[in-house]
């Protein structure tokens, strides 16, 4: 969970009241599914994470498992789970290949 920082028109996902402040860091978003709730909801909110609407494409982060000192991870993907991996060439279509990895990396994985 990421503590504040909410877009303006955020709304919680349970009792869908606006969340989130200019004024200061209020209220919670989850960074798997980017579910946003208020600081009172959030006790109400699913222990495990749902992942959102893209669940089927993300391998959560407790499928991941160090193995070794070198900075190896080994997956284990649940079942239905089918990763989508992007290949961006950023010198290619008028160099806007980091563009898009940028994005990319927004939606897919936080």
């Known amino acids: 969970w990421l503590d504040g920082n ?12 606006t969340c989130g402040s200019v004024l200061r860091l209020l209220d919670w978003k989850c960074l798997w599914c980017r579910a946003m ?4 909801c959030k006790a109400q909110y699913p222990v495990k994470c749902p992942l959102g609407v893209c669940r089927a494409s993300i391998v959560p982060p ?3 498992h160090s193995i070794g000192n070198d900075e190896s991870w080994e997956a284990t993907c ?6 989508l991996l992007v ?24």
Do not use: E
Not at 78 to 83: K, M, R
Not at 87 to 110: A, C, H, I, T
């Open 62 to 64: 407790t499928s991941l």
């Open 87 to 110: 290949f961006v060439n950023s010198k290619s279509g008028d160099n806007q290949g980091v563009m898009f990895l940028r994005r990319f990396k927004q939606l897919l994985n936080p």
């Open 6 to 17: 909410l877009p303006v028109s955020a709304k919680c996902c349970l009792c869908v009241i």
């Open 37 to 40: 709730v208020h600081a009172s």
């Open 78 to 83: 649940p079942l239905g789970c089918s990763p």
